[in-house]
């Protein structure tokens, strides 16, 4: 029986987080929304992970007022947020309270579908989370964090694909954040998982090592349900496969997409312009969009080598940008080798730079380093061995429970810090997310509003002089 391979779009959300740093506005995006949601994709992936520190850091933008907007442009495409477990979209775990807020604010303004992860892959960082969105009766997608290391197996993925199952997740994605999945492994990790889980099974994968596009033949031969892809301006590199080969090379054959290619196209050319304005103006830098060896020698994500490289520039020390690259493992190995992705690839890295330029190991080690140690983030893959625990957090003790359990419920005092600022009901979990970043914003806002106020009143008392 033929079966029609469904496609996640990320152009409003990974694609240019990987290549530009989540820096599209929103007024960048909006025209071209209603052409996607014509398309027939499987979903729009439109939110979640970067794109909401960016809005308020970089764009001055409410990031509530953008998914806003992308729902009342797509009508008929359910939108998708990546959404990372107890740490939401920030860089610590949160309270019960704001997790559970969170969830059902971004089901209230316009998700539909939650692709929930967790960098550790701790089973017991999911649970708030899809208790959460199953209560909103939205869509639990539960993703697997892929990577490779002596802990790590096809069949240490297939049985956590099994208990997020049980865990009540309606699809699973298998999320290979640095593009380490190769076809042959991809196939049979694809056949593993489907044999033993009923749901629908979506995979989701980036350029950065060369091999994704031969990644999603496999896997698609294999009976994956669907895949992450962008459109070709935004594709590649760090980024996703491009959206339109894939429909090109399916077309006519049982997995054929049913997208048309020349509709995809024509959307294609719109994003032409916005990819050579971010070329000339330096934030899309050509060395994201070729193939990097060292993701796969390494395993090390492509917006994690941007990060290094910009950490060592900022020290003066660009020539130990090998030295750091073989430290990372190293630092991996020691740190119960988690999966290298938000927030654990950031601190894996940032510890590894602190390791090479102090000129001896672990001499200066950052807070997140020692949280991580500690436990706060959760149970890692491996045991962290007594020499390292040690070294890292002396005799302190490390979590042994959930780490939320140790977390006081946050969103009352939360309310009460920015009383002042509050203009909706969502600006709480803003704060809760980004609290000095999220006051800046608040700061511009009521500025702005003020000037708008202010001319309003200037030109009706010049219209109609008391």
Not at 371 to 388: K, Q
Not at 397 to 408: F, G, K, M, S, Y
Request: a negative charge; one cysteine or more; hydrophobic letters at 40%.
């Amino acid at each position: 029986m033929a079966k029609k391979l469904g496609i996640t779009e990320t152009i409003l959300r990974d694609a240019h987080q990987s290549l530009i740093a989540t820096r599209m506005t929103t007024d960048e995006m909006i025209p071209i929304v209603t052409e996607l949601d014509e398309v027939g994709y499987h979903s729009l992936e439109a939110w979640g992970g970067a794109t909401f520190d960016s809005c308020m850091r970089f764009l001055n933008e409410d990031p509530w007022e953008r998914l806003r907007k992308f729902k009342n442009a797509a009508k008929k495409t359910p939108l998708q947020m990546l959404f990372r477990g107890q740490n939401i979209l920030g860089y610590r775990h949160y309270a019960d309270d704001v997790v559970e807020y969170f969830v059902q604010k971004s089901v209230a303004n316009g998700i539909d579908i939650l692709r929930i992860f967790d960098a550790l892959n701790d089973i017991r960082n999911f649970q708030t989370a899809i208790k959460a969105a199953k209560k909103e009766k939205a869509h639990v997608q539960a993703a697997v964090s892929y990577t490779i290391s002596p802990a790590h197996s096809n069949q240490s993925f297939i049985d956590l694909a099994v208990r997020l199952e049980e865990m009540g997740a309606d699809s699973i994605c298998i999320k290979d954040m640095a593009g380490l999945l190769t076809p042959y492994v991809a196939y049979d990790l694809v056949k593993g998982i489907k044999a033993n889980v009923k749901i629908p099974l979506q995979l989701h994968t980036h350029y950065t090592s060369g091999v994704a596009s031969m990644t999603y033949i496999k896997a698609i031969e294999a009976g994956v349900d669907v895949v992450d892809c962008a459109l070709s301006p935004f594709a590649m590199g760090t980024s996703q496969p491009p959206t339109e080969p894939l429909v090109a090379a399916l077309k006519g054959t049982e997995y054929d997409t049913g997208i048309d290619l020349e509709r995809v196209s024509r959307i294609s050319e719109y994003f032409k312009p916005l990819r050579q304005k971010y070329l000339q103006s330096g934030l899309l830098d050509p060395k994201v969009l070729g193939v990097d060896v060292n993701t796969l020698v390494y395993q090390v994500p492509g917006g994690m080598l941007s990060n290094l490289v910009s950490q060592l520039k900022q020290q003066n020390k660009e020539d130990k940008f090998n030295d750091v690259l073989k430290e990372i493992p190293r630092v991996r190995e020691d740190f119960g080798y988690p999966p290298l992705v938000t927030p654990t690839s950031q601190i894996v890295g940032t510890q590894a730079v602190l390791n090479v330029i102090m000129g001896e190991r672990y001499k200066m080690i950052s807070k997140e380093s020692k949280a991580l140690v500690r436990g706060e983030y959760g149970v890692t893959p491996v045991p962290i061995s007594d020499e390292i625990r040690k070294k890292i957090i002396g005799d302190q003790e490390q979590i042994t429970c959930r780490p939320a359990d140790l977390i006081e419920p946050e969103l009352d005092r939360l309310r009460s810090e920015i009383g002042e600022y509050i203009e909706q009901d969502e600006d709480v979990l803003s704060y809760a997310l980004f609290d000095q970043v999220a006051i800046n914003f608040f700061k511009k806002r009521q500025a702005k509003k003020y000037k708008i106020e202010s001319s309003l009143v200037d030109t009706q008392q010049k219209t109609h002089p008391v």
